[in-house]
């Protein structure tokens, strides 16, 4: 993207730069998921919720493609956060 610098950083969890990302895409990432196994972004703590977008606007940018055609990342569980107590009753709301 030319309004972002190439050492801007992206994912703040695993300090993946703008400069990453374009290298990922030039290895074949054509999608969130790509991106995600080259250089780890959205792999951190949030887990994506911060990055993602950010991630899919250089994506579509550097590939001229669409949101929808790039992807998102999957979910992964858990949800909220679930005590150990929960966990040995198995108790799962």
Avoid at 30 to 37: A, E, M
Avoid at 69 to 90: H, K
């Amino acid at each position: 993207m030319d309004n972002f610098s190439d050492d801007m950083i992206v994912c703040r969890c695993e300090e993946v730069t703008v400069a990453d990302i374009k290298r990922a895409v030039k290895e074949g990432a054509r999608d969130i998921v790509g991106v995600k196994r080259r250089v780890r972004a959205g792999m951190g703590l949030c887990q994506g919720r911060i990055c993602e977008k950010l991630v899919q606007q250089i994506l579509c940018a550097e590939l001229g493609l669409k949101p929808d055609q790039v992807g998102s990342a999957s979910a992964r569980p858990p949800v909220r956060p679930v005590s150990f107590g929960e966990l040995a009753e198995g108790v799962v709301e």
